[in-house]
């Protein structure tokens, strides 16, 4: 089953199946952008649109998602009062050229896209110098055995998430950003709230 294939059937539950979970979790993340007047800022995986609540007012946002049906939930929460474009598109091959955005957010993204390592590279590119992507996901600790989250992976992989994500692996591929802050989130430190920055 495609990722659009098993989101679309999703999309109708997934506010039910995460949004209490998450909720202040990403507002926290949120709180991190600070002052972003004028700025533009790209929320990748933006699904049904659990974080266009935390948005900070002042910025122009882009938020982007592969499947329509997580848009068309999404849009329902944009305020006349806020500057959010909602575009279908793919996380590993954003069309958008290169240094176009201030900063980038990636809420539960990276752990479920069948390449991470690629759509981390994507975010780098599309970032100015001196841009931060804020980053909101589960991954695995290097070395770390996680026998369960690694056995579960080949079935729920297929049909939402992956659970074996290192992300020390996943910034390989994108040498031009740097660690700024990387701390527990949730679930003993499963979740992580990671900050990047573009040098």
Do not use: C
Not at 98 to 116: G, T
């Amino acid at each position: 089953m495609s990722l659009r294939t098993s989101y679309s059937l999703i999309a109708p539950f997934y506010d039910l199946a995460i949004d209490r979970f998450s909720r202040e979790l990403r507002r926290r993340s949120l709180q991190r952008l600070g002052t972003v007047e004028g700025q533009s800022i790209l929320v990748t995986g933006i699904g049904t649109g659990l974080d266009i609540p935390y948005l900070p007012q002042g910025a122009s946002y882009t938020g982007i998602d592969l499947t329509p049906a997580m848009l068309k939930r999404a849009q329902r929460l944009v305020g006349p009062e806020q500057d959010i474009s909602l575009e279908t598109g793919d996380a590993m091959q954003l069309p958008y050229e290169d240094e176009h955005f201030d900063a980038i957010v990636m809420h539960l993204i990276l752990a479920v896209v069948p390449e991470p390592r690629r759509a981390l590279s994507e975010a780098a590119r599309v970032l100015k110098p001196g841009g931060r992507v804020l980053i909101l996901d589960k991954f695995l600790r290097r070395g770390e055995l996680a026998l369960g989250r690694r056995l579960i992976n080949p079935l729920i992989s297929r049909l939402a998430t992956r659970t074996d994500v290192v992300f020390e692996d996943v910034l390989k591929a994108a040498p031009g950003l740097r660690i700024r802050s990387d701390e527990a989130a949730a679930a003993g430190g499963w979740f992580r709230h990671i900050e990047l920055d573009k040098a």
